[in-house]
């Protein structure tokens, strides 16, 4: 059963942007942190973004720093992850996760997330 569910994917021009929402339930959306990761064909999931269930700390791969925002509304139980001045290599499946329990060393680490969503399509053209 899917318990978290991606949208706003599809294919952009680079230096477009372009918004993902990721929508869940109240008891997955009070896990400590939530975060993004992508894969591209042939590459392994790799980390994007998380944010803690306050939203008191974010952090970013070096790789999309100045570029992507995430955020989250509380009322609306959803991530989500503002990607501007969109490049090639970001071209990849993205995909939403929540980690019941934060630890600093772990949240870029994709295998310590609990819920995962079924991804979302971004594809980047040149």
């Known amino acids: 059963q899917v318990q978290l569910v991606e949208s706003g994917g599809g294919l952009v021009q680079a230096g477009g942007s372009m918004r993902l929402s990721c929508a869940t339930s109240r008891r997955i959306f009070s896990s400590d942190i939530m975060g993004w990761f992508r894969q591209a064909p042939g590459k392994e999931r790799e980390f994007v973004t998380a944010m803690t269930w306050d939203g008191g700390t974010t952090f970013y791969a070096d790789s999309v720093k100045g570029r992507f925002t995430m955020s989250r509304d509380n009322a609306k139980n959803t991530v989500y992850l503002q990607m501007n001045s969109l490049k090639p290599e970001d071209t990849a499946v993205y995909y939403c996760?929540?980690?019941?329990?934060?630890?600093?060393?772990?949240?870029?680490?994709?295998?310590?997330?609990?819920?995962w969503g079924q991804g979302t399509q971004v594809t980047v053209s040149s």
């Open positions: 996760a929540a980690d019941r329990t934060y630890s600093y060393s772990d949240y870029s680490r994709f295998e310590k997330y609990d819920y």
